[in-house]
């Protein structure tokens, strides 16, 4: 059963490694082509006043999965570290996520990617189990960390998707395997 309207489902995300990979290459793609066929303006509008625009995903994304690479480094340096949260609608507007350069965006969403995918690959079965405490009091294992940066990468490829109008050609079901 899905989780949300991006179609993920974490039941069936196995290996989330590899899915985070196959998003390095979609959203490079996805802001090249934008920028290309509707020029930059349009990856830094945004479609409505509480809606990000596509490069403020995209960005948003990077330090998303960046954050989530940490709090798996915590956890598996500490035991049972708490786990802050994060205010990401404050971040995108002091980051100033609308103004960066598209090209250094996909570039650090393909590293960020790299290094939390290559962590996620070396981790034995006893540490996908090791956990943090989350905010809410509630225990946050890493395979939990890990699906739920899955599920980030996911469901802003289909953010930005649906901004482009083009969901389809951008769904993970149509992409073809790395």
């Not at 793609?29 to 509480?50: M, Q, V, Y």
């Not at 999965?65 to 708490?82: G, K, M, N, T």
């Not at 405490?133 to 930005?160: F, K, M, N, P, W």
């Amino acid at each position: 059963m899905a989780l949300c309207a991006c179609g993920f489902d974490a039941d069936e995300t196995r290996a989330p490694s590899r899915l985070l990979r196959s998003f390095s290459l979609a959203f490079q793609c996805l802001l090249a082509a934008t920028e290309t066929d509707l020029g930059t303006e349009s990856l830094r509008t945004r479609p409505a006043p509480d809606v990000w625009s596509i490069l403020e995903y995209a960005a948003h994304c990077r330090d998303a999965l960046a954050w989530y690479e940490q709090r798996i480094r915590l956890v598996l340096s500490s035991d049972r570290p708490r786990l802050n949260p994060f205010d990401w609608d404050a971040a995108c507007e002091e980051r100033c996520y609308v103004d960066e350069d598209p090209g250094d965006v996909a570039a650090g969403l393909a590293v960020v990617i790299t290094t939390l995918a290559d962590l996620l690959d070396d981790l034995d079965d006893d540490s996908w189990m090791a956990a943090g405490i989350g905010s809410d009091g509630t225990e946050r294992r890493i395979v939990d960390l890990a699906g739920r940066a899955a599920h980030e990468g996911q469901h802003h490829l289909h953010d930005i998707g649906r901004i482009r109008g083009d969901l389809g050609e951008w769904d993970r079901g149509e992409q073809d395997e790395p």
